[in-house]
């Protein structure tokens, strides 16, 4: 009996044992906050009291823990109890406090938040009804999972980014932010991604700040948008030069680096070219045949004007070239009339170029144009005369491009498509609460083309020439007038210039024109 129940008893406890499901179909969908103590908005809430979230399923728990925020303070403490989590906190009599589940808490199947949770509650008589909204984005596209902070400088004299503020958030789905209860004085926001998981930003990670402090009053506040960038603030370092095979090198740099501002003398191995591909943090030299073993003094390298440390010697290879070149493809499938087709290989490539593309329409009729290297990795066709509107195919044959080893293309014949669209649509508006001079900026979605404009001195813009398309539309205000947007810095504390993004992409169909659109800088 003895033995049945101590059997009992361990078949229980690896059944309590939490972790990822197994089998059955992929679960998709995202967590959900069902219910929570106490109340939002409870007045004379217990300076003993618990918070308690309850999560439609089971919840990854250190994930979760790390996704709560509490304003102001820290949490002290969590309890699980299956699928509720019980928060302990060091509450203090008449005060607002705000307890926050950030978008980074998940379930056990990796699924996170869509938006934060906020349940605010008060430990005396009265609610602080101050609040703030606003976006994050990255790359001009709005962010999920960014860590919102928000100082409150009447109550804090450190330093922004080095200390934690009293109120903590972070951005949902389409990158929006919300701080309740919010005590009314001037803010200063600070935006990032937590790359590393210290808790704290960092000079190398994703960074955002507001042109300007916020105030906040007894009602809703909409902040600026805020734009994430990042920096390495010791600049661009060489990591790695190696020899690939007898006749090229590579080298590794810490960050992405225009090949073209790169001088590079190794001592007894003449350099003919260098090129990179889609990874810009790769670029490849081209040399004379190395000497297998033996090794070659790097004399020199530099990066526009700044000579890079490096005091490794390089050992030669005698290893030949085998891997073929490979078709990597089209700059852009979609073209207007007067755009050059653009062609991308994975090396420098060799070729007469007057014979090696057929391209054609409905039509048995082949276009007459200009070739031109853009660079050994990278080469164009201008049609004689415009394009027609339409779908395009051409042949291209492997053997006509071959590498400087003589390694024609992998595929022996390749067929490439691309399309001629019409450019008739337009968009106009005004941009309004501007300092300086506003500029616009477009991007098309399926085109991946970028338009810039610059608006007028009361602030209205007009892109024209523009195919059909979904865009992005956002805006910077050019104080200095250099016609680039400042992003500023955290360490030392510098503003950016402001910056405000259209809400919702814009869809454009052909011959439309889209008119008053408003843009406001908060």
Known sequence: MRF???????????CAKVGPPQGGPVDN???QILSYSPNIDQLNVSLERYVEIVFSEPMDHRRTEEAIFVSPGDPLGFRWRGRSLLIELGLRPERTYVVTVGTGARDLRNNALEQSFSLAFATGERLDQGALRGRVYQRQAPLRGAHIWAYDLSDFSGQIGREKPAYQTQSGVDGQYEFLRLAPGRYQLL???????DGLPNPEEWVGLPARDVVVRDTLGLAGDLELVRRVTGGVTLERIQSL???????LFSEPVNR?????????????????????RKVYAVTAQQEAGKIYDVERVVLEGRVLAWSESLRGSGRRDTKPPEWIGLESATLMANDPLQMRFSEAVRADVQRILWVEDD??????????????THVEFTPNSPWKVGSWRGILRGSDWTDRAGLALADSTLAIAFSVVEARASIAGRVVGVRGVAEVRLRGEQTGRNYAVRCSPEGD????????????????DDVNGDGKWDAGTLFPLVRPEAVTHYGTPIELADDEAIVDLRLEFR
């Open 245 to 251: 095979h007898s006749g090229a090198l590579l080298l």
């Open 260 to 280: 073209n501002a790169i001088e590079l003398r190794i001592r007894d191995l003449p350099v003919e070219f260098l090129y990179a591909t889609d990874d810009a």
């Open 4 to 14: 049945l129940c101590l059997s009992i008893l361990c078949l229980c406890c690896a």
């Open 191 to 197: 935006a990032f991604v937590d790359d590393n998981k």
């Open 29 to 31: 969908t995202p967590p």
């Open 363 to 376: 039509s048995t009729l082949a276009p007459q144009g200009a070739w031109r290297w853009l660079s050994p």
């Open 461 to 476: 813009f007009v892109v024209d020439g523009l195919p059909a398309d979904t865009y992005q539309l956002w805006s910077f």
